[in-house]
């Protein structure tokens, strides 16, 4: 009677693949436990008979381990690149912010340069003329008067170059009140309608007051030189959710907005610095135009940022 457990004359194992051969304990050692109950399961099932299978499955498991492994590195490379774009992006945003902010500074730095020093001097030139004028009783006193017309327009003329490169009512009466007022001057000499709301309670940071003050005053500018329209509206609001929403629309000609029309490579410096600020103020910045039927310039700052 043969024993129980009579040893069976083992097969020839079959030819393995070179790539079985070269990839599985090259690449892939870590998978190798992962064969040993598939494998104890096959021979189980064919009595320790059989190699072939097993053979057969590791070089079936390496391969698509080897594919696997290829997506998953190409996975990993492709997260990489996007984080990598993320913070390229992050830096060009921060180094924008310094750069807008800088300008800020030494526009602030000017104004107060310009009032503290020619403008002082010259409503102090224009006070002393006025009386030297007033006391002439000859042919000076008109020379001395067209001076003083002349130095008092310099003087306004100084006055509002200073009001452009920092508008004193923004730090003094915040952003409505500015807003009021770039309007005012915009079209004070105009014949266009204009509508003009401001119902604001929201406190906004002095950043973000003067990013939205600027798309404003850029927004305005060029519905008045360039729209050709009969209506303008610019309204100030803040909306039930907490957004503060600024739109200054036009009825003129509009024009034909291409996806490039924000590149500042394209020479559309206005639009894409309007879109640079409310990136920095934290708002979603939106141009609506048409030809023939105007243009829409909205900025809206959410209840969060």
Do not use: C
Request: hydrophobic share 45%.
């Amino acid at each position: 009677m043969a024993p129980l457990w009579a040893p069976v004359p083992a097969e020839a194992p079959p030819r393995r693949s070179s790539l079985t051969i070269w990839a599985a304990p090259r690449l892939f050692l870590p998978y190798w436990s992962l064969l040993a109950l598939p494998a104890l399961a096959i021979l189980a099932l064919t009595g320790g008979r059989s190699w072939g299978p097993v053979y057969a499955f590791a070089s079936t498991f390496v391969v698509f381990a080897f594919l696997v492994a290829r997506q998953l590195l190409t996975i990993r490379q492709n997260e990489a690149l996007f984080a990598e774009i993320a913070l390229r992006d992050q830096d060009r945003n921060a180094l924008l912010a310094r750069t807008i902010r800088a300008a800020e500074e030494e526009r602030q730095r000017i104004a107060r340069d310009l009032h503290d020093g020619p403008v002082q001097d010259l409503s102090a030139l224009m006070l002393r003329m006025g009386r030297a004028a007033e006391k002439s009783t000859s042919t000076p006193e008109i020379l001395l008067a067209d001076l003083r017309d002349r130095l008092s327009g310099q003087v306004q003329a100084i006055r509002g170059t200073i009001a452009a490169l920092r508008p004193p009512l923004l730090d003094k009466a915040g952003l409505a009140r500015a807003l009021e007022h770039e309007v005012e001057e915009a079209f004070s000499r105009e014949t266009t309608e204009v509508e003009f709301r401001a119902e604001l309670e929201r406190k906004l940071t002095p950043d973000q007051e003067l990013q939205l003050f600027r798309i404003a005053q850029e927004a305005i500018r060029n519905a008045r030189t360039h729209s050709r329209s009969e209506k303008v509206k610019v309204i100030l609001e803040e909306l039930p959710d907490g957004t503060v929403s600024l739109v200054v629309s036009d009825n003129g000609i509009g024009f034909l907005l291409d996806q490039d029309a924000m590149s500042i490579e394209r020479g559309h410096i206005g639009l894409a610095s309007m879109h640079e600020r409310a990136g920095i103020a934290g708002a979603d910045f939106q141009i609506l135009a048409t030809p023939g039927a105007g243009t829409i310039v909205r900025a809206s700052l959410p209840a969060d940022s």
